[in-house]
């Protein structure tokens, strides 16, 4: 890892902004956080991919179960997030 | 020195920014829609460009996962009651951890000599990977009623997850010096997939929340160690996105249960086992009838309904929003008082009301609705009880001592809809009960909410 | 610059945390706010050193103006903010 | 490949986290002290660390410019007036920038074949250091009262400008790919001087507190290049914290003087020059004496007091101080109201009232004090006008239409002092002199306070 040090930087800020901007995060929401940020984790996603795809049997096996899982983390997480979302409304009140 | 491949590395930067932006969506339901689409728009950024960046070489394994994903995928996100909602995030969790962890021993067999110079990363990532898999799973066996939710407890179990604690990290320093050792490798992943249901069985199911919130953050360690020893820069960034989101979240779980957060983290969370058959106090309390109840209601000018924990277990969300409905038919300005930790996840509450319609900004935070609670003429409380409890404000004594509650004894009148006098989840006597403003109206919160809104219908 | 992309993300996200950290600044600081990031913007001062305390005299040379500019940056603003925020009490009210 | 030298690459991570957490606390007054320690330490470690990262191999020039410089800024620092902030803070800006430009300079003479490498960032740093330089000096002098402070305008000066800046621009673009041509590259340097001098010389003493900000947003651009060019990463940090500091307030500052923030970024502000002579109506005024005002004040249980730029003019803070301590002693609440552009510089009435010794919980933001103001009995308006102007609200021909205002219309009497009915920054006309609970007490603020106060003390 020679980049080790720049990565160390970039998990560290990353950090500070998960901290600041999941603080402002509205208690209304704090569920739909909680799916939304499980949908985000899914980004294991990208290293799946490139093990599923490459040309290493052992590889493809590992890598074909983890896109599976990953997949379902994404899209059951998104869609269950905007659904929940979907319902938060603002009535006309007279 | 790898090639870079700028436009992937710019794809990458480009998806942590829409995280980012997504997750600032959130601060406000007007903004949080639009946040969600940025962060889906990342996530599809970043798959499609790690498709194109050439690395790839074979698409079957790939298409049937994501084909199989997503099929998955949709039914659980489409069928799912909105009740489910923390089995949903437990199993998920495990998903996620998984996808690591098989990554992470992908590294490791096939791409062997690039592994040894990041086993530090590599370990980390296996290890917290498997302790959320299999955490995870036990969570979500406890909240769906597979697994017994009452805390699994025997002689020596703290010694032995310590032991077990202690073992792994010896077998992982071992590894970052003698990384050739695959039988270590391999044992030190079962123990952690094993330290996983050790941690999490002690736990009583109404302590998951804080176990899941916990399994958050961990999954997004485990991703973001991924990331260090995939050297990807995105992985970090979504990584410390839900760690820092695992961990606010507990923290204010753990604050507003009155628990040390030191106590949380170190998974000594049990349900209090406090046995509540002999505390009721002989003093008098004042019952009310539905007829009543809707007598008081006529009269009032302001309404504030206080929704806890049982009204999710009567869904009674729907019929809560037709009372509120009826009244402001009415002419009486009703609001909810919504405590941070009412219900059993946060936000369940809110979640559980704007799904029965009710608009968001008539649902109120503590802070907000707590000065105004003496302009209330009635208050309703539906199901809570700890989120009540004076005794937070007044006994130096009791456990919940110094946690924030709403105030509801402020108001003129209040009216608490439970089915006996028996405690909540913390366990506790609730003084609130024998106030003399206090009239108990006993009963499902589903039934006496109909039977209560039938009596609006009738005149 | 091989680790251009690591400091990349390393600017995008010290932005993030800028900007989430300095809009939660209270406008009652706003004036000690502008001497703080003034001293810290001395910061330069380190790649000033590093020419200072070379053994190439034009390096040297440079490298001294620029050691004394970031220095009265640095000492003074540092000073002049804390002379403002002592400043800055809350009296026992009765 | 450069061997890294991790504790000196530790020591910078942790001086930018402590550069953070300072910042962070000034999100209150109580840990913001503890904060500014935190970055100083942040300094100090980064500093230390150079030194002892084996790179210095001569000392007698480190240590010539450190004590000069030590000197230099405590002598500024002890010895300047608190109204004197802004010069100190725009000449500061420059002494940040000549140094990036210095450090800029060196990298490209003296260790030219990596210089060439990292022609963008080192251009970036050069140039957005030079124009920052003379900007701020420019700053400096017009605030000072050494050059002066009315815009000086020419025609053509647009055309002049954009043809520099795209003169710049193209030979930037030109050294990217010919770094070679030194005379170019000092071609530039010079030019981005001239820009500085340029942007500035057409825009009023008045405006400069947006300068400052926009000064330091350059200043910290150019230590964030710094960084890049030579691999530093506490530089690129410190450097952005720097610049978003300065674009938000740059934002904050053209928001509530109700202007676009493009006019403000494309550098075409100028002091509106509207000939007030003619502005005044004939309608009648209240006028107040100092017995008068003395008089409602002893009645009154609630008293709000709103400074403005006439109070740092007359540098009456102390003697509002004694004015304020005289009314608590007679049981008066008061309260400061302060509006976030009043003054002439973000934060400006805080520092001076803190000055005074004035307790920071009484001074309340717009937003919290402006619902309570129908509860005040009496307003006290003290050299303030745009941030207190009515018309803001109500005239939507105005041109600060639609600026939030402190309403201290809505209180029961204001009592409004200043020299004349002269019109403030905005130079628009304040039809708040004319309403029938206005009552307008001339004369220069700190002599009218200080009659005040000695009624107070006769009896
Ligand atoms: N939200 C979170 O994130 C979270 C996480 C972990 C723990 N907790 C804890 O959970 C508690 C939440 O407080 P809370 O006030 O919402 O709930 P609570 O204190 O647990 O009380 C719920 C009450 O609802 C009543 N109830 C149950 N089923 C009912 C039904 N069908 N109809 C009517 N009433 C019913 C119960 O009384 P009866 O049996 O007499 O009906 C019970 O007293 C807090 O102690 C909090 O610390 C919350
Ligand atoms: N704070 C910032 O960051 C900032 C930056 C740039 C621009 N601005 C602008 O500055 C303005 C600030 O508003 P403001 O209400 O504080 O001030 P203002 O609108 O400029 O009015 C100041 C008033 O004080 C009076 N005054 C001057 N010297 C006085 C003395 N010795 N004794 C008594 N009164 C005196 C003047 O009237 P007489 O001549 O009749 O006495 C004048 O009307 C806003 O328009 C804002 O947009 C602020």
């Known amino acids: 890892m020679t980049n080790l040090v720049e990565l160390l930087y970039i998990l560290i800020l990353a950090g500070f902004v998960g901290f600041e901007v999941i603080k402002r995060v509205t208690p209304t929401l704090h569920t739909p956080l909680m799916s939304a940020t499980n949908a985000i984790s899914g980004i294991s996603l990208v290293g799946s991919l490139v093990a599923a795809g490459s040309d290493h049997f052992t590889s493809q096996m590992l890598g074909f179960v983890a896109v599976t899982a990953a997949t379902i983390n994404v899209v059951g997480g998104f869609l269950i997030t905007e659904r929940m979302l979907k319902m938060f409304k603002r009535k006309e009140r007279k | ?92 969790h495990a998903f996620g951890a998984l996808a690591a962890v098989l990554v992470g021993i992908n590294e490791y067999v096939v791409h062997t000599e690039k592994a040894y110079g990041i086993m530090p990363a590599l370990g980390f990532e296996v290890l917290f990977g498997a302790l959320t898999v299999t955490g995870s799973l036990m969570a979500f066996g406890k909240l769906q009623g597979i697994i017994p939710s009452a805390p699994i407890t025997y002689k020596g179990q703290n010694i032995v997850n310590i032991g077990l604690f202690f073992l792994v990290l010896g077998m992982f320093v071992y590894l970052i010096f003698f990384p050739f050792d695959a039988a270590i490798f391999f044992t030190m992943i079962t123990i952690s997939f094993l330290i996983g249901i050790f941690i999490v069985m002690p736990i009583g199911g109404a302590d998951m929340p804080v ?209 006996s006098m028996a405690t909540g989840f913390a366990g506790i006597e609730n003084p609130l009960f024998y106030e003399s403003n206090t009239k108990m109206l006993f009963g499902d919160a589903k039934n006496v909410l109909q039977e209560l809104v039938a009596e609006f219908k009738k005149n």
Chains 1, 3 share one sequence.
């Open chain 2, 1 to 92: 020195m790898e090639v870079l491949n700028y436009p992937l590395e710019i794809t990458y930067i480009v998806a942590s920014i829409l995280f980012i932006l997504g997750l600032k969506g959130l601060s406000h339901p007007e903004s949080a829609r639009r946040g969600m689409h940025f962060a889906e728009i990342g996530m599809l950024l970043a798959v499609v460009g790690t498709l194109l960046s050439g690395e790839i070489v074979s698409w079957e394994w790939i298409l049937s996962g994501i084909v199989i994903g997503s099929v998955i995928g949709t039914l659980m996100a489409v069928f799912m009651p909105m009740t489910a909602m923390p089995q949903r995030i437990a199993i998920s």
């Open chain 2, 211 to 419: 176990v899941l919130s916990l399994m958050n953050s961990y999954a997004g360690l485990a991703a973001a160690a991924t990331g260090f020893a995939i050297n990807n820069k995105v992985l970090i960034i979504a990584g410390s996105l839900d760690g820092s989101s695992g961990f606010i979240l507990s923290i204010i779980m753990s604050k507003a249960m009155n628990r040390s957060f030191a106590n949380v983290l170190f998974g000594a969370v049990g349900s209090p086992q406090v046995d509540t058959s002999k505390l009721h106090e002989e003093r008098p309390i004042n019952r009310f009838t539905v007829e009543d109840t809707k007598f008081v209601l006529e009269q009032a000018d302001r309404v504030v309904i206080v929704p806890g924990y049982g009204m999710a277990v009567a869904q009674a969300q729907h019929t809560v929003r037709e009372l509120s409905d009826a009244l402001e038919k009415r002419g009486v300005k009703v609001d909810f008082a919504i405590h941070p930790v009412a219900g059993r996840m946060p936000g369940h509450m809110n979640v559980l009301l704007a799904e029965a319609n009710v608009s968001y900004d008539q649902l109120l935070e503590m802070e907000v609705i707590n000065p105004t609670m003496d302009t209330a003429d009635v208050c309703i409380v539906i199901g809570a009880n700890d989120v009540v409890n004076p005794a937070a404000r007044t006994e130096k004594s009791s456990p919940i001592y110094g946690m924030p509650i709403i105030d509801v004894d402020k108001a003129k009148t209040v009216i608490v809809m439970k089915r």
